[in-house]
């Protein structure tokens, strides 16, 4: 019994089974939190073509809300079955059965096949059932992300940019604490720098470039959006410091 991979989605896969939901049920809710996509969406997600922006952009979020609740499974913080399709003995699911390198086949479907368990490609023998209460517990606590911004956006679709900021990031932390005469100069708590807010005067001084300069990089998408507060508006400074050590990180060869 083969399923269409996202399938489920469109019209729910609501089953009954005593303390439990499926998986697809619950990646619903999880998707719908924290991307904001309801489950009917996630078919034509996956059946968009591939753009370089905001079609591949969602996929990665969703991608990486999968891999978040398997880390749940992987850690046992939430429990997860196995029932036989059409109905049968549950039984529970190791969490070394979820140490797979994609766990998206899953998620799509809400099924895998017991004895295969690492072959994706497999037919599938079993649906996927979690915890409910723990599921509850866990989905409680978790924070949505927000608007898809376009640095979010740039991320899920240039690799290399992610590296660069991945870099710039490291770089930023290993700065030492008596550098003198640097744009990277960095409190000594580092947490206090997160929400240290400075004024626009205050980035130029650190990146050398005009006012003007500043706003039509941030209307081209090539400089952080300030934050208003009220008439202002003011920068993070980790933001700015952060945005220098990408550029350096850029020009290293």
Known sequence: MNIEPWS?????TYLPSKGR??????FADVVSLLAGFQAYELP????????????????????IDAETMAEQFIAGRIAT???????????PIDSALWEIDNPLPRFATGTFNLECWMNPQATPTHRIFVDSEQFDDWLAKLKPYGPLSNQQIEE????????????????????????ENSVAQMPANRASSEIELIDIKAVSDIISLSRSTIYARIQNGQFPDGI??????????????????EQAAGQTH
């Not at 489920?8 to 729910?12: A, F, K």
């Not at 591939?50 to 991608?63: F, P, Q, S, T, Y």
């Not at 240039?158 to 770089?171: E, F, G, P, T």
């Open 8 to 12: 489920p989605y469109l019209g729910g």
């Open 81 to 91: 079955f196995a029932r036989p399709l059409n109905g049968g003995e549950v039984t």
């Open 156 to 179: 899920a679709t240039n690799s290399q940019l992610r590296a660069r900021r991945a870099v710039a990031r490291r770089n930023l932390v290993a700065v030492p604490k008596d550098t």
């Open 21 to 26: 939901i499926t998986l697809t049920a619950a």
């Open 44 to 63: 034509e997600i996956f059946s968009a073509p591939e753009d370089d922006g905001k079609n591949d952009a969602c996929r990665h979020l969703v991608c």
């Open 228 to 245: 208003k507060l009220g008439r202002s508006t003011r920068w993070r400074k980790s933001d700015v410091l952060l945005w220098v050590e």
